[in-house]
């Protein structure tokens, strides 16, 4: 395993950006920067050993900072949207950036995202981990307490990319972390992800307004949003259905179901390429780039479009904090915060 860091150029107001590539010896590799923690490629085989890049990402700061979707990125304090951009805890309303309409996405427009983290390297015989942490002060962007935040990158031999997230608080918040990679098996972005064959082991969605805020909790059985079996993602996607009218597709939160030990699997039958996932969130949120454009200058100089790659988003249940049909999840000043997802790439 090697651990190789190289320069990427500087931030708006200067400060350096470093990209980190994690290495397998089967020439695997996983491509990582200090900025927003943000996974800038996955290099993985196809069925045929061809090594690609399966995941969206530009090859400059300046692209990131001003155009991202956050691409690949460390989100949060909050993923999702927070509805109206404001929350009561503990008595106490707090009043954030309104950066999606009335509401707060990902947690504002300078959230973890767009912050330079500190970064230690470890590398042994079967991994290479990449550990960022970041001091998101009190009232950031909003928030309350001083959250130190330490989020893992680990990737090993059998190529699979962990993602481990802890935190701590000194008064009482609000915290759902999430990587918001766009993947495209095919390694083509300017194909859509339309005949990806995605599996699901959820029994209920979320279902969402046309602003993409919770309005309740439906089934999934026998519809558009029944992957409980393998089901191509464009199957149903452009059905006459209000739900993915409200969003432009799928950009839904899907409840996993707890009794189940079963992965989130996403197949690209022209490549073999198969990404299995497994977390300890309670939900994932799949999101089928329903805003990509051509516009967007990715690297290499490649160009997508929309449904040109999907995100699955492992997290906590969207707006839990204002949704009274949600448990409610406070990180108090004496606890500490985990989760963890694992990214398997076969072929």
Known sequence: MQCQSSPFGHTKDGQQVTLYTLSNEKGHNVKILNYGGIIKEINVPDATGHINNVVLGFDSVEAYEEHSPHFGCITGRVAGRISQASFNLNDTTYTLEKNNGNHCLHGGSLALDKQIWSVTEIVSKTQAELVLSYLSYDMDQGFP?????????????????????????????????????????????????????????????????SEIIPTGILPTASGPFDFSQPKAIGTHIHDENIQLKNAGGYDHAFILDSDSEAPIILTDPKTGRILEIETTEACVVCYTGNFLTSELPLQGGQSTLKHGAVCLETQYYPDAINQDFFPTKILRADEIYRQKTTYSFKA
């Open 145 to 209: 307490g001083n959250l130190d935040v330490v989020v893992t990158y680990v990737f090993d031999e059998d190529s699979n990319l962990t993602i481990r997230y802890k935190a701590t608080t000194d008064k009482d918040t609000i915290l759902t972390l999430t990587n918001h990679s766009y993947f495209n098996l095919s390694a083509n972005p300017s194909t859509t992800i339309l005949d990806h064959v995605l599996t699901l082991p959820a029994k209920d969605y979320v279902a969402v307004n």
